[in-house]
């Protein structure tokens, strides 16, 4: 741009008129340029306060040739050339090299006969408006694309359950399955979206709103297709240009995370119940094993009359007493399980005619077992019971018939395949149990596993089922999750890895005659002194010698003094202070073949690490049940 540097002078100006010089004085302070040209193109007059700007003075152009002075800059040129053949118009005049933006006015001066012989124009600095112009584009692109490319949906609506939508952004398509346009020309009904059970949420965050809090709700809120999400949706009131008060919001699909939550929720609340039962269990076993064990002793001095028929019922009340907290231990995941390596299509066809008579005529049975299934390691005899207890359920949720299906399937361990399923990155295996009947709500589902968590009848359900499958899965490292919908029936599905060898051929159990009478000595540790005396006494009438220690401090010192051998040694897996391989290392020490029978309510961890020569009974076991394990753990006396 050419600024001040001009070759030319301006030439001496002629005496003026008084109107002149009042006319002469505005275009000076004029904060625009005046300038004329002649039919060559060259100046004939430039005037005004803004040829400032252009680091020129009044007039100090007149007698070049615009093509000359701006020939660097094409647009204005072109405007020239329109100009001098005699067009009038307006137009922009950006001399962007030095941030200067004119908006001028051209206007073609004509000879008497009306030949053009030149123009005259106009050019008003408008640098500072377009600055802010440009400014305000630039802000408006930002905005926009901030509020289409968020992965939040953005809005401004007036409040309420019926408030009218004036704004969504375009991402309410991926979000609902809505354009804006489709969403804003319904919105007024917008709430019949939303979750019913879910209303009474945002009518509360509005409140809040007018009471000048800002606007934050989670709800669930129905796709297009259906489906549902969850929704964190915040934000404040803005007054409009009409004065209204409106809800400037964001939307965030946030169902991941809720899913997330509440398995989380689901594990822990299983954990603390668990716990609770495992607790439980562990000490009723102890008392059921003196119950059982008492009630044994009585019956076998005096199984006859009265008092022989209160000892059985006694006994049988404390046998259905042990299932329980068996199923209990089950849940809690501390049972004794004695896991295999073995194909789950032989449990499952095995079963298949015990299955069919558990059904009722009207439901129909299909099983479709996949082949080169491979195995799992679990125990087989829970399995089973696993999948009785889900095809009980099945067809209770069946009453008047259906379809159960079972099926079988292998399955490569990919992460990718569907949210919903928490998958083994590994190779597993899948056992489904899916049925027509009448399905389970929300609320339902989310409680199955809980025990004594039932909807049946009293009488008819203890609620155990669920929560024994539950456990032995998870004890085999399993997954188990369920899909259902009230009126669509439900679908258990079952994931076990898969284990590629072979199984080893199982060994068969030494059976062993209970012998009459017993011969050796045996030391039993048991802290609960209950238990202690009634070991003692079922020990000594098969035939016994009995030693006995109630805490770990006896133990060591019997240990160490009692002066004779001693055969077996018959212990808690956990005394206090000390642990079961700590005595039986201390016990070895000192009678190098002495031979270990574990006795436990539950599956400790430790129990995995056990001697793999010692014996294991679970408690509670009768009088009869403890003296067979006995004579098998010392038959096998070298
Ligand atoms: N296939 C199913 N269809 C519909 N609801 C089911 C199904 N399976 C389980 N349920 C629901 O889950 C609840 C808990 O089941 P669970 O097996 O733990 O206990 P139960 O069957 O009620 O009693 P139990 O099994 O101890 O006799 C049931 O009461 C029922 O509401
Ligand atoms: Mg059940």
Avoid at 588 to 617: C, H, N, T
């Amino acid at each position: 741009m050419l600024r001040g540097n001009l070759s030319v002078q301006p030439k001496p100006a002629p005496a003026l008129t008084e109107a002149e010089r009042h006319l002469r004085t505005i275009v000076a302070k004029a904060p625009v340029v005046f300038f004329a040209l002649d039919e060559e193109g060259r100046f004939t007059l430039s005037e005004g306060r803004a040829l400032q700007k252009l680091g020129l003075l009044p007039g100090q152009v007149v007698g070049q040739s615009v093509f000359h002075l701006y020939s660097n800059y094409p647009n204005l040129i072109r405007d020239v050339r329109r100009a001098l053949a005699g067009e009038e118009f307006s137009c922009l005049t950006e001399l962007a090299d030095v941030g200067l933006c004119f908006e001028t006015h051209w206007a073609p001066i004509r000879t008497k006969d009306g030949k053009p012989a030149g123009t005259i124009g106009v050019a008003v600095d408008i640098s500072e408006r377009s600055k802010d112009e440009r400014a305000r584009d630039q802000a408006e692109t930002l905005y926009q694309s901030l509020v289409e490319q968020l992965s939040a949906v953005t809005y401004i609506a007036e409040l309420g359950l019926e408030g009218n939508w004036r704004f969504v952004s375009p991402q309410i398509k991926k979000l609902l399955g809505y354009s804006p346009s489709e969403w804003l020309a319904d919105s007024t009904s917008w709430i019949r979206h939303v979750h019913p059970d879910d209303h009474e949420v945002v009518k509360l965050a509005e409140e809040a709103t007018l009471s000048g809090n800002s606007f934050r709700a989670e709800y669930r809120i129905f796709r297009r297709d259906g489906s549902m999400l969850w929704v964190d949706d915040s934000g404040s009131l803005v007054r409009g240009p009409d004065g209204q008060q409106l809800l400037h919001g964001v939307l965030l699909d946030i169902t991941d995370q809720k899913q997330m939550q509440s398995r989380l929720e689901q594990t822990e609340r299983m954990e603390a119940v668990g716990q609770l039962a495992s607790g439980i269990a562990h000490d009723f076993n102890n008392l059921l094993t003196i119950i059982k064990g008492y009630s044994s002793l009585l019956l076998e001095r005096n199984s006859e009359g009265r008092d022989g028929h209160a000892a059985k019922e006694i006994r049988q009340a404390a046998d259905r007493a042990a299932s329980l907290t068996h199923q209990l231990l089950a849940f809690s995941r501390k049972q004794t399980l004695q896991p295999r390596v073995f194909d789950l299509n032989t449990v499952v066809r095995g079963l298949e005619a015990m299955l069919r008579r558990l059904l009722t005529e009207n439901v129909e049975l299909a099983i479709e077992t996949a082949p080169e299934l491979g195995f799992v390691k679990a125990d087989p005899t829970q399995m089973e019971q696993v999948l009785i207890n889900l095809v009980v359920n099945a067809r209770d949720a069946m009453p008047k018939g259906g379809r159960l299906t079972i099926t079988t399937s292998g399955h490569a361990g990919r992460k990718e395949l569907s949210e919903s399923e928490t998958i083994f990155a590994s190779p597993y295996v899948a056992l489904c149990v899916s049925d027509t009947g009448i399905g389970m709500d929300a609320a339902t589902r989310a409680r199955i596993f809980e025990p004594f968590f039932t909807t049946k009848e009293v009488g008819k359900g203890t609620g155990l089922g669920l929560a024994t499958v539950y456990g032995i899965i998870k004890q085999s490292n399993g997954n188990i999750e369920v899909e259902s919908e009230p009126g669509k029936g439900s679908m258990f599905r079952i994931s076990l890895p898969r284990i590629e060898h072979e199984p080893a051929p199982s060994k068969k159990p030494m059976t062993v005659e209970t012998p009459r009478h017993g011969t050796g000595t045996i030391l039993l540790a048991e802290d609960e002194p209950l238990l202690r005396e009634l070991g003692e006494t079922i020990l000594k009438q098969a035939g016994y010698k009995v030693l006995t220690a109630g805490s770990s401090d006896s133990l060591r010192t019997l240990i160490a003094e009692h002066p004779g051998e001693v055969d077996l040694l018959l212990t808690d897996v956990v005394m206090p202070n000390m642990s079961g391989p700590e005595l039986v290392r201390i016990g070895r020490k000192r009678w190098p073949k002495i031979r270990v029978l574990f006795m436990s309510g539950y599956a400790d961890d430790e129990l995995q690490d056990l001697d793999p020569d010692a014996g294991f009974i679970q408690k509670p076991f009768t009088p009869a049940e403890l003296t067979a394990k006995i004579a098998e753990v010392l038959a096998g006396r070298d």
